[in-house]
């Protein structure tokens, strides 16, 4: 069993930046990737970014890619996910994820999640 625990959401007008936290504890041992996941209002969760824990190699969507950068700190056993240059679009709950991770962006491919933590921006 692995739990997860988001924090850092808030709002912030729309060139700003803010860092999400992921604190992880548990069986975490038995995930290889951890993810980053949002959903908007009204619309379908989506995985913006991922790290595959042994090798530290990230994905991006291409939405995000630029302006987010996903972190670990494996002796803190907590992730990261760095936002600049938000937009009113990047608003939605984010949430934090870890699993198998095959492909990175798919849902279905975690098992464990966060509790959610929201992001709202403004213009």
């Known amino acids: 069993q692995v739990h997860l625990v988001e924090s850092g959401g808030g709002s912030v007008q729309a060139g700003g930046s803010l860092r999400l936290s992921c604190a992880a504890s548990?069986?975490?041992?038995?995930?290889?990737?951890m993810g980053w996941f949002r959903q908007a209002p009204g619309k379908e969760r989506e995985g913006i970014a991922a790290i595959w824990i042994a090798s530290g190699a990230t994905y991006y969507a291409f939405s995000v890619k630029g302006r987010f950068t996903i972190s670990q700190d494996n002796a803190k056993n907590t992730l990261y996910l760095q936002m600049s240059s938000l937009k009113p679009e990047d608003t939605a709950v984010y949430y934090c994820?870890?699993?198998?991770?095959?492909?990175?962006?798919?849902?279905?491919?975690?098992?464990?999640w966060g509790q959610g933590t929201q992001v709202t921006v403004s213009s």
């Open positions: 548990g069986a975490t041992y038995s995930s290889n990737m």
């Open positions: 994820a870890a699993g198998r991770g095959s492909p990175w962006y798919a849902t279905d491919e975690y098992n464990y």
